[in-house]
């Protein structure tokens, strides 16, 4: 068991109408709030209009249409602007994983006086940051219970993660209804984003049986209620398993006392959402079983044995390497049975620029020592092309 400094600050408030609280927990932050959304969705479910009508007595600022994978330039830059001419005293953040993200990054750029960039890219130490709370509409990222956000950099090909404990949110309103319009493409996309979350920590050398079994649960959580979900989007408990199980996503806890994996197949996959702006989830989706094979050897046998055995109930006696083999099989067919489009080619990447994201993805360190398996730009290239 490695050694671990664990804590994670944000209050959860989970379940049904929990937003009436709204106003209680955002008025110990400030009265001037900006407010940050995505295309529209929170109109359509009448969320928008539930906020204003919560936040009367605050003063409102907005920054709506925060683009899937948001982007520097126009959304972030965009709402560091508005919260210092503004003086915002707190961001109110309304949508799912792209929304939040993109407000944790201007919560860190309204309190810094240079290029918010440097903050995103590590140049510069995070030293402030303006108070997040946010009201969650889709089951994916984790973003809400973590102390990250992805930004992506367009003109660079850039998507990076942004991590800092200034970033976890205040505080994150969960209730599972506000999910029930989230279509099909997205529920399977948010489902194998949150998958691959507990996999990225699964796959490390030194593990331990508490961590295992916690994985192993979430697993389990995450493939039984999916299904349920795309079925009946309406079905509140689906929603509501769907939802707890996400929040753990990216905070650490899923991987208390294990040593590193890495993340190998997040870098591998925000290259491919940077250069084709691509669902992440579904990008996730079809690298995992490449990866997984890719990486099946004698020495990753046991945690390949592990998952099929606990998570799929295969049978033990068979030998390991059929084990193996079965568990990823059962990763792919699942992953095609949520309706995820299981090759690149089908979500519009072909081969012209695999060797390009290839040499972008070794340079975030997918080949140093600490990762569970270090990956050469070569290896890469082949996960890549196996994945088309
Ligand atoms: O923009 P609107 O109109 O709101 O529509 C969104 C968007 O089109 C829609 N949607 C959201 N809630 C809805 C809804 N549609 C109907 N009903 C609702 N209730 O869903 C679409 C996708 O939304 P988005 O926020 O992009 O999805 P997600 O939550 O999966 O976030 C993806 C982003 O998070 C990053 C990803 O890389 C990607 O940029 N990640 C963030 C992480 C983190 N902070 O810890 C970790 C992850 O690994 C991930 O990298
Ligand atoms: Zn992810």
């Known amino acids: 068991m490695h050694n671990f400094n ?17 106003a209680d927990v955002m008025r110990p932050l400030g009265r001037r709030v900006l407010l940050t959304y995505g295309g529209g969705s929170i109109k359509k479910i009448g969320l928008y ?11 409102i600022y907005e920054l709506p249409g925060i683009e899937p994978n948001p982007k520097y330039t126009t959304s972030v830059l965009g709402g560091v602007k508005i919260c210092k001419e503004q003086h915002i005293d707190v961001i109110l953040s309304v949508g799912g994983g792209s929304v939040l993200d993109c407000s944790k990054a201007i919560a860190a750029g309204a309190c810094y ?4 960039w440097d903050l995103i890219t590590h140049k510069a130490p995070t030293e402030a940051a303006l108070p997040i709370v946010d009201i969650m509409t889709l089951s994916a990222t984790g973003s809400e219970y973590d102390a990250g956000g992805v930004i992506s950099r367009t003109e660079t090909n850039d998507k990076l993660a942004y991590m800092d404990p200034h970033l976890y949110p205040v505080a994150s309103f969960l209730d599972p209804t506000y999910t029930f319009t989230v279509n099909k493409k997205h529920t399977a996309a948010g489902t194998a984003d949150a998958i691959n979350h507990i996999l990225e920590q699964y796959f490390c050398a030194d593990h331990n049986t508490l961590a295992d079994g916690f994985c192993e649960s ?10 349920v979900a795309i079925a009946e989007p309406e079905n509140y408990e689906a929603r509501a398993e769907l939802m707890l199980a996400c929040c753990y996503g990216c905070n650490g806890i899923y991987a208390l006392g294990n040593s590193r994996g890495g993340w190998p197949m997040h870098s591998i996959e925000h290259a491919l959402s940077a250069y084709y702006d691509i669902t992440h989830g579904e990008g996730l989706a079809i690298i ?11 020495r990753t046998l046991e945690r390949f044995v592990s998952l099929g055995t606990h998570l799929f109930g295969i049978d033990a006696a068979k030998p390991a390497m059929e084990i193996a083999r079965e568990t990823i099989q059962r990763f792919y067919d699942f992953f095609l049975s949520i309706g995820i489009p299981m090759h690149l080619r089908e979500v519009g990447i072909d081969e012209s620029r695999l060797a390009e994201m290839a040499h972008h993805i070794v340079l975030e360190g997918l080949d140093k020592p600490y990762n569970y398996v270090p990956l050469t730009e070569g290896e890469i290239l082949d996960i890549l092309k196996a994945s088309l």
């Open 288 to 298: 995992t079983p490449r990866w997984m094979e890719h990486i099946l050897s004698e």
């Open 49 to 59: 209009q539930k906020v204003m009508e919560l936040l009367k007595d605050f003063e």
């Open 218 to 227: 979430g697993l389990c959580t995450l493939m039984q209620f999916a299904p």
């Open 113 to 116: 006086d240079g290029e918010p």
């Open 6 to 22: 664990y804590m994670t600050p944000t209050r959860l408030i989970f379940g049904r109408d929990v937003v009436e609280k709204l």
